[in-house]
């Protein structure tokens, strides 16, 4: 888990399922909109090409509020 906030705060925005999810349990005490904020302030800072976090991975990031809706999510889907 530690590894995956650290990736985190170096803005990187690629993750697998699993590494996502590590992310998630880590950060479900924060609010989606309180980590998306702190996520785009931090990548605002960097000299890299800013893309559009929609289109990543870690955009379920901040629109999961926690992991139980993930987990429902995905039952929904398996049915």
Sequence with gaps: AATQCWRFINSDMWYQKKELDSLLNSLQDNSCKEREVW???????????QLNVASTPIA???????????????ATIAR
């Design 60 to 74: 379920k990031l901040f629109t999961t509020p926690d992991q139980y809706h993930l987990l429902h999510y995905r």
């Design 39 to 49: 996520f785009t302030d931090v990548r605002g800072c960097r000299r890299r090409k």
